[in-house]
């Protein structure tokens, strides 16, 4: 009998019993056409049945890379503890589970060396697919040109490139309505904390932004608008440097919330309160958004909804469907941080 104080493998149970390896492995991996060519009843059952006392677990790693397919889907994230980011993998592990699959996810620190090398470890568990929240516009794709030399499936979600599949928002869509709000106070010596230069969120934000008060035949000043991490402190630290100019901006508009928040908190340093003394416009709408001390304006993206669709997105391409970017619509919230109206300075 196989060592109790050792995991049964297919080889002690098979020597146990004295048959083949292959007979217990068919048996075990629940091949039906392949079981009854390979054994009687009486050696299926006694097969069973020792796997069953034993309570023997399959090699699902070692199976994996012997079928070259698996149940797992690897999701890139620039950086989980990102409050949006978290939401939409929440969303992607549920649905995924609901289909049979389990995620596990990587954390690049949006660094494309980073990226490409949790990218090789995920490809290295034969993974069945790829789930990208990390790309960068206007650079070369080593792992959009590695993932389909090698025939694996992918998709983009919340970002997006031209020419790749991804489940992601009108991002420019967005950014032109917070501009419709701001503009429609009144409001005209507007800033822009636009997020990094790499992530076509923060850039079509700020292109349908400036677009809309371009058509309304007003040019943004280009010095105030700044690029920056995606993140409180860099928001706070831009605020700062507006609040602090000379003449200086009485509207904001931050591409996503955290940039908004850090960007509150230094007006407050400054004495200085939204939705009475200048008007901000946040992006995402997270459930924090509603619960500050000033209730943040933002833009609603349907997250949960995002990492729902790019899971489906990556099922269809792993079955071999051809499969089309799905473009959610967003839709501006509005609170007290921007319902002030424009005061002469």
């Known amino acids: 009998m196989p060592n109790p104080a050792r995991p049964a493998t297919l080889k002690s149970m098979a020597t146990a019993l004295g048959v083949h390896v292959s007979t217990v492995s068919r048996v075990l991996n629940g091949d039906p056409a392949g079981v009854e060519r390979a054994a009687s009843a009486e050696v299926i059952e006694r097969i069973r049945a020792l796997a069953k006392e034993l309570d023997y677990r399959p090699n699902t790693q070692a199976s994996n890379l012997k079928l070259r397919k698996s149940e797992e889907i690897c999701v890139l994230m620039p950086r989980i503890t990102d409050l949006v980011m978290a939401t939409i993998y929440d969303s992607i592990d549920s649905s995924a589970e609901q289909a049979g699959y389990l995620t596990f996810v990587s954390n690049t620190d949006d660094q494309p060396v980073r990226q490409m090398q949790r990218a090789e470890h995920a490809l290295r568990r034969s993974v069945a697919g790829l789930i990208v929240a990390d790309s960068h516009v206007g650079e070369t794709q080593p792992l959009f040109e590695l993932l389909t030399r090698k025939h694996i499936p992918y998709v983009l979600v919340s970002r997006q490139i031209a020419g790749q599949v991804a489940s992601c928002s009108n991002d420019e869509l ?120 000033v209730p943040l304006t933002s833009v609603r993206l349907p997250l949960a909804e995002m990492g729902q669709q790019a899971v489906e997105l990556l099922l269809n391409r792993i079955k071999g469907e051809a499969v089309e970017s799905i473009v959610l619509t967003p839709q501006l919230q509005v609170r007290a941080s921007s319902t002030v109206l424009p005061k002469p300075l």
């Open 174 to 293: 967005g950014g032109w309505l917070a501009a419709e709000h701001l503009y429609t106070l009144g409001w005209r010596d507007v800033a822009i904390l636009a997020g990094e230069r790499h992530a076509s969120t923060g850039a079509d934000r700020t292109r349908g932004f400036t677009r809309y008060f371009r058509e309304q035949g007003i040019t943004l000043r280009p010095e105030w608008t700044l690029n920056g991490p995606f993140d409180s402190l860099t928001g706070h630290q831009q605020g700062e440097h507006l609040l602090g100019l000379s003449p200086r901006p009485q509207a904001f508009f931050a591409v996503n919330d955290f940039l908004a928040i850090g960007l509150m908190g230094a007006a407050r340093d400054k004495g200085l309160l939204p939705g009475k003394d200048i008007a901000v416009v946040g992006f995402n709408d997270i459930a924090l958004a509603h619960e500050l001390t």
